[in-house]
Antibody, heavy 117, light 112 residues
Framework: QVQLVESGGGVVQPERSLTLSCAAS????????MHWVRQAPGKGLECLAV????????YYADSVKGRFGISRDNSKDTLYLHMNNLGVEDTALYYC??????????WGQGTLVIVSS | DVVMTQSPLSLPVTLGQPASISCRSS???????????LNWFQQRPGQSPRRLIY???NRDSGVPDRFSGSGSGADFTLKISRVEAEDVAVYYC?????????FGQGTKVDIK
């Protein structure tokens, strides 16, 4: 079955960097668009970034544009989120999600990022 | 960005009674390919979101048929015909037509 497992979260100081990973299994990873979505504690959901299957297109929400980078390694079935210049407002649970077209049909369990000095 | 507005934000419901959540978008969600990418997700406490409905009215496999979605253009509704205890959750609408995709604020359904 489809499985998405995020990792790499933790406590990080403001202005520092962190890279999240999402290991995919149970489907042909290289065929799907993949996203990162986050949820601040007690808050709603925010789409952050999307990457196309062959990496030729990537789009970002304005809140992270210029600071975050999405990438993927189709040989390793893994999605990444490179986060730079983190601020306290980036504290959230970060999910990866599979996109079969205009929707999310599978989500990971999330990895928690806490930005704190 | 497309703004998704849900109402109500809190919905206490008696077990066995119906519930209805409205979701309105700030612009039409009809895509250039003719599809309307309006989705509904359920998030139970401590869990990841789970998709219930996609493209307005298509129910996911395993989703009870008491859940139904309807609407068109910029006005959509999720209905639960008879609320059960396991339906206690936050429900989000989400549009996947215009980037960045956006979610509604969420509607918390609990039992009276």
């Amino acid at each position: 079955q489809v499985q998405l497992v995020e990792s790499g979260g933790g406590v990080v100081q403001p202005e520092r960097s962190l890279t999240l990973s999402c290991a995919a299994s149970g489907f042909t990873f290289s065929s799907y668009l993949m996203h990162w979505v986050r949820q601040a504690p007690g808050k709603g959901l925010e789409c952050l970034a999307v990457i196309y299957p062959d990496e030729n297109k990537r789009y970002y929400a304005d809140s992270v544009k210029g600071r975050f980078g999405i990438s993927r390694d189709n040989s390793k079935d893994t999605l990444y989120l490179h986060m730079n210049n983190l601020g306290v407002e980036d504290t959230a649970l970060y999910y990866c999600a599979r996109d079969p077209g205009g929707t999310y049909d599978s989500w990971g369990q999330g990895t928690l990022v806490i930005v704190s000095s | 960005d497309v703004v998704m507005t849900q109402s109500p934000l809190s919905l206490p419901v008696t077990l066995g009674q119906p519930a209805s959540i409205s979701c309105r978008s700030s612009q039409s969600l009809v895509s250039s390919d003719g599809n309307t990418y309006l989705n509904w997700f359920q998030q139970r406490p401590g869990q990841s979101p789970r998709r219930l409905i996609y493209k307005v009215s298509n129910r996911d496999s395993g989703v009870p048929d008491r859940f139904s979605g309807s609407g068109s253009g910029a006005d959509f509704t999720l209905k639960i015909s008879r609320v059960e205890a396991e339906d206690v959750a936050v429900y989000y609408c989400m549009q996947g037509t215009h980037w960045p995709w956006t979610f509604g604020q969420g509607t918390k359904v609990d039992i009276k």
